[in-house]
Structures are given as structure tokens and as C-alpha cells.
């Protein structure tokens, strides 16, 4: 987006928290709007919690109707937006986790300065002085000072602050290095006064003054910062200070800022190394990532040792590389590079002790003049490098114990890259680590066109977008792929994705001939380099068909202890192989994944692979029997048939734990039917499924649910297990049931009534008849649906299933409405409701609850109804149902229609959409009908 084109919108964070638009602030009214409006900017096109608004909006007490407030502040920024950006290019999105604000970042205060800070860096003094004077100009006095969030001053302002420094602090070295020392002389002192221990600033005073012709004052200035620290800290100014110091004291400063370094003669051994090797061609994004390594580079207190890791091919040597190149100008006295050789395959990792004599000759020492002994060398290479604004890039690093002695004492700057975390260096040294993950789309886009030509996104960038997919956003294996495109111009970007589309093929596809460079290659040397219990993790992760592990299912499947799995978990996380992409959840990348199922069919021994796949199945039936009995009342004795005797399993212990796991799991769970299936794994195909009905409740992923239950019906089918297609029958019932398909909900329904009465399962009867009641009347067979919930409660009753019967009473409570007989109706929702309450089931509870709000809102009793759905409404919130919960609130807002309360119906039904859009279900475009009612 150019910079005309951007909407007329500006969101600014640096100072008072304000939305401008054309150029006037917009009153934000509440505190709590400016506090969301400011979480939003900050962290723009990202997902903000609903749990962290939350914290942030009321600490540590949010109120019972946290949610709504937050809606209505959602609510009235949307309106906003859409009225200030008609085109929509600004807009504050839904995700099921929390809200995301989608603009462009320079439309955020923060944002603008940090991309004005980056691009100073290796300008010429003029521009540098442009960008950082309009950078510094952004911050309009304290930072977030209206936001009464405590949490958000806490964690956030302190960061702003220190960038705001930085700035000012690169703005006035601008100025210097331009030989305005007098000009900035006032500022400084000011500046100096307001951050009495500021390094930096107090070194800038000092060069100042001294050019200024003030070499008395420059010299008091360091003396009262000396003195300062001393007494208030107890230490002494840097090395850089106080070599500054000296120089002013002795005169050798030149002042003239002109002055230039002396050029030493052709035959003098170099003092100033510059030893980078070129950038890579074609470097694309990762602009936020270099600024994470500037804005270290610039705080003059900050750590001095920044590690980039990652997977292998994910362009941990690129960035740094291409970032140290930009950056060369801020290291006067020279760059140091070495390759370690962490991960060749043909070679072990370099020796320090071979480092360190690399680096002395290059610093000015003789060959001969290195010393033999480590000790002497380290020693030596430590006292050379001290005080020197310097830059040591150590490229490739295999470890920790590695990179240790190569590590300057002071003044320089150190960047590592790895494959693994290096989590030593973070310990003992006060690294910071940067993990490094693929390029977004529209980086890897760009970095397809960049190599291959733009013809190919210029004709068909859908296609390229599917090959940057699968490639899974990788660097190394998009530059093969568009390398592939580049050297043969008649071929068609569908071609190669049709090819790469093979799983089986794909990583063969990324090898390049007649070169070692492939994505395989460079897995299998991080792979190699694993300790074997490691890597018989790693191949076993290639028999998992889902997205992530826990340790529970892993030592299951490895048969190890939970301790030893999640070590070896996190082990394969500290070499890049594996992602935690939460706590005990781990996960892994598109490319590593088909590489892990590479090494699980072809490296590991059948027997081996037999155990694993028993142990997925048996730890997935254990661990789903168990939530689905703490989700609700179970009627079946469906016990799952085990192959080994222990399953390690999470705990587990109420309903809301049961729903996470069913939350974290069901991608997983759906997987693992297929799998089942095509391993002919007929038992567990059925079973699975069976256990994952109830989870349908709380959540509708209707399309997975009709897949895995077709599974589970054609394998109870070729087992003969009739009960097994009374249950499997009973489930597609109801889930077409809820999706609005009544004719092929009694298909169903009918098909399992049969078998259940041929095999006399009296419970699956009853059931069965209370489910066929709405759907029998909603397709006009009124007497059959009265009869079948009458049959349903009479059987419910004589055979004592509790489960069944105040769902028998709640569906003859809706005939009775149908009929016009509210108050027998009611009559039926209490005797239910109290049967609900009685085994503190919300989700029913929450049905029921609506009902009799329902019956109360016929009548014109609406202080009751409201109360009633508002009763719902937490019910369903408590028992985590969102279909239900989407349902109240529809409702809630029809009633407070009804009492003259458009604004609250507004903010009921605004959230009653986020769930319907999230759920998919028929209800959504009736509910859009009602808000664009009420204007």
C-alpha cells in the first residue's frame, strides 16, 4: 500500500491514546476503549486474547459480564472504522481466540517509528537526521499516559520508552556525525539530566562539548557521570566511556568530525578486519527481525550476544548475513566472521582454538606472534578485542560450549546462528534468542518472484501461493522450487505443484542436481546429530497422522515414561526439529513432518511401527473415554479393548478439562479415525468415533463429525457389530438433526430404531424415540412425534434413565407450546430442569433454561424471560457450549426488542454472531437479518 493510498486513519499509542481520523481525534469516551483500542494497535494484525483483554481491562477481577463490555467496545470501534474507511482496508476481525485489528502497520504511531528507525540505518548523516527527527517527533509526551491498565504501563511502556530513547539517542549521533555539536549541546545536558545514567547520552555530551571547544567542560561532564555511578552504584563507566575519556583528556580527538582514520600502507598487516561475506542475493522480508537486531545493537545497555535459531533452511545465515551488512557502519573497527561448521556432514564442528587464531591474524597479530596454548590465545584475543566497537558473527554454531570462547568481554557486538536454541549461552552469557519461523505469504511470494520472475504470480498467483504452501513457507525449499521455475522458463508454476502435491515426492522435488543442496539433506544433518532415544522419538512423531503430540501420547506410543518423552520433546525443540508451539504441545513444520514419515516407513522396523500405531489408537480410545464420561451422562458400557496395559494419560478430572482435551485434540482425533480405517484397524475405526459424540454438545465441526462417523459406520458394519450401528446411526441422526435436516435426521434415527429393536437395546429405544419427536413434526407427522416422546418418557421412566427422560419432557414441553398449553409446558421444563440440576449437567440445563424463556416471552411475561435467558446464557458459557450459548443470546435479544432496549439487543447479537460466524450454523444469516433491522 503506498503511502496515498492509505485510509485517513491513525492510531497512536506514543503519548495519549488516541484514534485520528483526517486529522482529529476522535473522543474514545470509557477508559476500557482506549485500553482495547491501544492492546490492538500495538500488537496490529495479531490475535489479542479474549483472556488477555480481560487481564488488561480489569486486572485481576473481571466482572461476570466482562465479555459483554468488551462486545460493546468491539462494536463501537467497528463503526468507527466503517465510517472513516469505507473501502475496508482498516477492519477490527473475529477469531474464536479473541479480536484482531487488519491495517496497514504505518498507520500506527509505533509502527512508523520503528520502520523509520530501521530505515536509518547505513544512510548517509543528512537522511539518517530526516528519519530519526521525524521519528523522535511521533512521541507526544509519556506513553499510554490516559490507559489506566497498570498491566498494559507495566509490560508495554517501559519497552516504548527505551525505543523512544534509542531514537533520540541515533537522531543526536546524526547531528554529530553532521559536525553540529554546538546545536545539540543544550539538548544533551537536558536529556543527560533526565537520565543521569545513560551511557550513551553522557558519551555524546562529552564529544560535544570537546568539538564545541569546551575541553574543560567535557572532561567535568565525565567526572560528575563517573562520580555519579560510583557513589549510586558502586561501578565505573564502560570501556567505551572511558576510553573516550582518555582521548579527550590527551587531545587526540581531532575536532574536526571530518577527520578520518588514518590509512595504513599496503604492507601493513590489517588492524580493522572486515571479513562478511556478501549478502545473499534476493533477500526478501524478515523486516521485523531486523529490527530486533538494530534495536539490541542500539541500546547502549543492553545484551551483547544475539542468537538466531532455527530449522534448518528457515534463513538463520541470511538474515544475519544481509542484517550485518546494513549494519557494518555502526562497527568502526571491523567485522569478524567464522563459519563453525556446526551441522557439515563432512566435516565436525571447528575447534575455537582454530577460531581464535583466524580472528587474531585477522585483529593484526602476527601468525607466528599466536600464542600455542589455549589459555594464552583466549587471553590475548579478549585484551585485542576490548573496547572496540566491533561485530563477531559466528555462523552455524553446533552448541553452547562452542561459541563460549569465542565471545568478546566488552564493546563488541556477537550474532549466532543455529539449529539449536543454544539455551547456555541465554544462562550463563544473557543472550537473547530470536526464533526464527518460515516468511509470511507475502514475503514468500515476493521471494518467488525475485527468483523465478514475476510472469508466473502475474498470471497465476493463486498457483504460486499454493506452491509457497507447499513448500510450507520454507526459504531454502522455495528457492529451490522457483530456482526450478527460473532455469526452465517454458514451465508452468501448476506444473511443479501438481508434482510437489505427492507427498511421497515432494522432498525428492526440493533436491537440486549436481549440488548437496536439498531440504532433505538439510534435515537429515540435524537429524543425525540426534543422541538415539531423540531420534527414535523423532521417527516415531512420523507415525502420528496429526498436527501436534503431547508427552502423554508419545510415551505412550514409545513406551517410556511421561518425564522421558517430554525430554525428548523438548530436545528435538531445542534443535529446530520440533516446535512447543504451547506448553506440552508440540508441533511441526509441513516439510519436517513428510521427512519424519519418510524416516517412520523406512527406518524403523515393522514391529516397531505395529507398537506405535497401538499405542496412537489405544492412548486416543483410553484418554476420549475418559473425557466423553466427564462431558456428560454416558448410557452405553462401551469399554475400549487395549493392546498394552498402561496408556500414560493427562489428568483429567471435571468437564472443562474433558473440553480442552477435546479442544487441543479433535484435528488429531479426526486423523486418527482415517488412519484407523486404512490400517485396517476395524475396532478402534468404530469405537473412536463413538467416544467423540458427546464432545458435539459443547462444540459442531459438523463436517469432521459426519466424515469420522461414516468411518465408524461402514467398520461396525464389516465387524457385524450391530450395537456399534446403533450408536453410529443414532450420532449422524442427530448431528444432521442440527444442521437443519430433519428428513435425514429420521433416516438415520429410523435405520438405528430397527437394529435396536432386533437386538432389544431398550436404552438406544428410548433415546431414539425422544430424538425422533422434533424431527417427526417438523416434517407434519404430528401424531407420530407426540406418540414417540410419549413412548420415550414412559420407557425412560420404567427402565430409570435419567439421561433420556428430561430430554423426553423438554420435547413434549415443546408440543405443548406448539399447542398453545404454555403452562403444562412449563410443568414439563421443571421437572427436567430439576433432574438437570440435580447432576449439574449447564449444558442441559442451559437448553432447558431456554426453553422456559421461550414459553415466558409467549406469555408477555418478559421480566421472567429475560431472567430465564439470562440464566441460559451463563449456563451454556459454564458448561463451554457455544452453540448453545449463540442460541441464548439470539433469543435474550428478541426479548430486549421487546422491552424498548435496541442498544442492549445490539450487543447481545453482535456476540450471538461472532459464535454463529465461528459455528456455521443456519441461524447466522437470520440473526445478520435482525441487526441490519435494527440499523
Known amino acids: 500500500m503506498n503511502q496515498e493510498t492509505l485510509p485517513p486513519l491513525e492510531?497512536?499509542?506514543?503519548?495519549?491514546?488516541?484514534l485520528v481520523v483526517g486529522g482529529t481525534p476522535l473522543a474514545m469516551g470509557r477508559a476500557g476503549a482506549r485500553c482495547l483500542l491501544a492492546l490492538l494497535a500495538l500488537e496490529v494484525n495479531q490475535v489479542v486474547g479474549h483472556d488477555r483483554i480481560q487481564a488488561t481491562l480489569w486486572e485481576d477481577e473481571p466482572p461476570p459480564t466482562a465479555r459483554t463490555v468488551v462486545h460493546g467496545h468491539v462494536s463501537r470501534l467497528r463503526r468507527v472504522l466503517t465510517e472513516a474507511d469505507p473501502g475496508g482496508s482498516v477492519t477490527l476481525i473475529t477469531h474464536a481466540s479473541g479480536y484482531l485489528l487488519r491495517a496497514d502497520p504505518r498507520l500506527v504511531d509505533l509502527h512508523r517509528a520503528r520502520a523509520l528507525l530501521s530505515a536509518a540505518r547505513g544512510e548517509p548523516a543528512a537522511r539518517r537526521r530526516e528519519l530519526l527527527s521525524e521519528a523522535v517527533k511521533l512521541w507526544r509526551g509519556p506513553v499510554l499516559s490516559d490507559v489506566p491498565s497498570s498491566q498494559v504501563l507495566r509490560d508495554v511502556a517501559p519497552e516504548l520508552e527505551e525505543l523512544r530513547l534509542v531514537a533520540v539517542e541515533e537522531w543526536i549521533q546524526a547531528e554529530l556525525d553532521l559536525g553540529r555539536h554546538g546545536e545539540v549541546v543544550v539538548e544533551l545536558q537536558r536529556l543527560v539530566a533526565e537520565q543521569p545514567f545513560r551511557e550513551r547520552l553522557v558519551g555524546q555530551l562529552?564529544?560535544?562539548?570537546?568539538?564545541?571547544?569546551?575541553?574543560?567542560?567535557?572532561?567535568?561532564?565525565?567526572?560528575?557521570?563517573?562520580?555519579?555511578?560510583?557513589?549510586?552504584?558502586?561501578?565505573?563507566?564502560?570501556?567505551?566511556?572511558?576510553e573516550l575519556h582518555r582521548q579527550v583528556l590527551t587531545d587526540e580527538l581531532a575536532p574536526d568530525p571530518a577527520a578520518q582514520r588514518p590509512v595504513s600502507p599496503p604492507?601493513?598487516?590489517?588492524?580493522?578486519?572486515?571479513?562478511?561475506?556478501?549478502?545473499?542475493?534476493?533477500?526478501?522480508?524478515?523486516?521485523?527481525?531486523?529490527?530486533?537486531?538494530?534495536?539490541?545493537?542500539?541500546?547502549?545497555?543492553?545484551?551483547?550476544?544475539?542468537?538466531?535459531?532455527?530449522?534448518?533452511?528457515?534463513?538463520?545465515?541470511?538474515?544475519?548475513?544481509?542484517?550485518?551488512?546494513?549494519?557494518?557502519?555502526?562497527?568502526?573497527?571491523?567485522?569478524?566472521?567464522?563459519?563453525?561448521?556446526?551441522?557439515?556432514?563432512?566435516?565436525?564442528?571447528?575447534?575455537?582454538?582454530?577460531?581464535?587464531?583466524?580472528?587474531?591474524?585477522?585483529?593484526?597479530?602476527?601468525?607466528?606472534?599466536?600464542?600455542?596454548?589455549?589459555?594464552?590465545?583466549?587471553?590475548?584475543?579478549?585484551s585485542t578485542i576490548a573496547g572496540r566497537r566491533m561485530l563477531v558473527l559466528l555462523d552455524d554454531a553446533h552448541d553452547s560450549d562452542q561459541v563460549r570462547p569465542l565471545l568478546p568481554t566488552s564493546g563488541a557486538f556477537t550474532v549466532v546462528t543455529s539449529r539449536r536454541r543454544l539455551d547456555g549461552l541465554v544462562v550463563t552469557n544473557g543472550a537473547r534468542v530470536l526464533p526464527l519461523d518460515t516468511l509470511s505469504m507475502a514475503d514468500t511470494v515476493q521471494l518467488i518472484n525475485r527468483v523465478a520472475g514475476e510472469r508466473h504470480s502475474e498470471h497465476d498467483l493463486a498457483q504460486v501461493r499454493r506452491l509457497a504452501e507447499l513448500c510450507g513457507n520454507l526459504p531454502l525449499a522455495l528457492r529451490i522450487a522457483a530456482a526450478r521455475l527460473a532455469v526452465n522458463p517454458e514451465r508452468e508454476v501448476g506444473d511443479l505443484v501438481e508434482e510437489l502435491a505427492d507427498e511421497h515426492e515432494r522432498l525428492a522435488a526440493l533436491d537440486v542436481e549436481e549440488t548437496d543442496t536439498s531440504v532433505r539433506g538439510a534435515f537429515d544433518l540435524s537429524y543425525r546429530d540426534l543422541p538415539p532415544p531423540h531420534a527414535s522419538v523423532f521417527r516415531l512423531l512420523g507415525g502420528h497422522p496429526g498436527r501436534d503430540v503431547s508427552p502423554y501420547l508419545m510415551a505412550t506410543m514409545a513406551e517410556v515414561g511421561v518425564a522421558q518423552a517430554r525430554r525428548s520433546l523438548r530436545a528435538l525443540a531445542a534443535a529446530h526439529l520440533v516446535i512447543e508451539h504451547e506448553v506440552d504441545r508440540f508441533s511441526m513444520h509441513d516439510l519436517m513432518r513428510l521427512y519424519a514419515r519418510a524416516l517412520f516407513r523406512n527406518e524403523t522396523e515393522e514391529k516397531e511401527r505395529d507398537s506405535a500405531l497401538r499405542g496412537l489408537l489405544d492412548y486416543y480410545l483410553v484418554v476420549a473415554d475418559?473425557?466423553?464420561?466427564?462431558?456428560?451422562?454416558?448410557?452405553?458400557?462401551?469399554?475400549?479393548?487395549?493392546?498394552?496395559?498402561?496408556?500414560?494419560q493427562p489428568t483429567l478430572n471435571d468437564r472443562q478439562q474433558a473440553l480442552a482435551f477435546f479442544d487441543a485434540e479433535w484435528a488429531n482425533l479426526t486423523s486418527v479415525v482415517v488412519l484407523a480405517e486404512e490400517s485396517g484397524q476395524h475396532e478402534a475405526a468404530w469405537q473412536l468415533p463413538t467416544m467423540l459424540n458427546p464432545y458435539l454438545d459443547a462444540r459442531f465441526p459438523w463436517e469432521d463429525a459426519v466424515k469420522v462417523n461414516l468411518i465408524g459406520l461402514e467398520a461396525a458394519r464389516l465387524l457385524g457389530n450391530r450395537w456399534g450401528e446403533v450408536r453410529i446411526h443414532t450420532a449422524l441422526g442427530m448431528i444432521h438433526g442440527r444442521r437443519g435436516l430433519p428428513e435425514l435426521s429420521l433416516h438415520h434415527d429410523s435405520t438405528a430404531y430397527r437394529i435396536a429393536e432386533e437386538i432389544g437395546d431398550l436404552a438406544s429405544l428410548a433415546l431414539l424415540s425422544s430424538n425422533m419427536t422434533q424431527y417427526l413434526y417438523e416434517t407434519g407427522r404430528k401424531d407420530e412425534a407426540v406418540e414417540s416422546c410419549r413412548r420415550a418418557i414412559e420407557l425412560s421412566r420404567r427402565i430409570g434413565n435419567f439421561f433420556v427422560l428430561p430430554i423426553a419432557l423438554t420435547n413434549m414441553a415443546e408440543i405443548a407450546i406448539r399447542h398453545r398449553d404454555h403452562e403444562q409446558a412449563l410443568v414439563h421444563l421443571r421437572e427436567a430442569l430439576d433432574i438437570y440440576r440435580?447432576?449439574?449437567?449447564?449444558?442441559?440445563?442451559?437448553?432447558?433454561?431456554?426453553?422456559?424463556?421461550?414459553?415466558?416471552?409467549?406469555?408477555?411475561?418478559?421480566?421472567?424471560?429475560?431472567?430465564?435467558?439470562?440464566?441460559?446464557?451463563?449456563?451454556?458459557?459454564?458448561?463451554?457450549?457455544k452453540p448453545q450459548e449463540a442460541r441464548m443470546l439470539m433469543e435474550f435479544g428478541e426479548v430486549l426488542v421487546s422491552r424498548g432496549d435496541p442498544s442492549g439487543a445490539r450487543v447481545v447479537w453482535q456476540r450471538s454472531l461472532e459464535l454463529y460466524e465461528v459455528l456455521r450454523l443456519p441461524e447466522l444469516e437470520v440473526l445478520r437479518d435482525r441487526l441490519a433491522q435494527l440499523g
Open 838 to 881: 440435580d447432576s449439574n449437567n449447564n449444558d442441559r440445563m442451559a437448553i432447558v433454561l431456554g426453553g422456559m424463556g421461550d414459553v415466558s416471552r409467549d406469555l408477555g411475561r418478559l421480566d421472567e424471560a429475560e431472567r430465564y435467558y439470562r440464566d441460559a446464557v451463563a449456563a451454556a458459557e459454564a458448561a463451554g457450549s
Open 11 to 18: 492510531f497512536r499509542v506514543l503519548g495519549p491514546v488516541e
Open 626 to 648: 475418559r473425557a466423553r464420561r466427564l462431558m456428560r451422562p454416558i448410557l452405553d458400557d462401551l469399554r475400549p479393548g487395549l493392546t498394552r496395559p498402561h496408556v500414560r
Open 206 to 242: 562529552v564529544l560535544a562539548l570537546y568539538r564545541s571547544g569546551r575541553r574543560a567542560d567535557a572532561l567535568g561532564a565525565y567526572q560528575s557521570f563517573r562520580v555519579r555511578l560510583v557513589d549510586e552504584l558502586g561501578i565505573d563507566p564502560g570501556p567505551t566511556l572511558q
Open 267 to 382: 604492507s601493513a598487516l590489517p588492524s580493522v578486519p572486515v571479513q562478511l561475506p556478501p549478502a545473499p542475493a534476493g533477500f526478501t522480508g524478515r523486516n521485523a527481525e531486523l529490527a530486533w537486531l538494530n534495536r539490541l545493537v542500539g541500546m547502549a545497555d543492553g545484551p551483547r550476544i544475539a542468537v538466531l535459531a532455527g530449522t534448518a533452511g528457515v534463513g538463520k545465515s541470511a538474515l544475519a548475513l544481509t542484517w550485518a551488512q546494513r549494519a557494518a557502519a555502526e562497527f568502526p573497527d571491523g567485522q569478524l566472521y567464522a563459519s563453525l561448521r556446526g551441522f557439515d556432514p563432512e566435516h565436525a564442528p571447528v575447534d575455537p582454538a582454530e577460531v581464535l587464531r583466524h580472528f587474531l591474524v585477522a585483529l593484526g597479530v602476527r601468525p607466528e606472534s599466536v600464542p600455542a596454548e589455549f589459555d594464552e590465545r583466549l587471553a590475548l584475543y579478549r
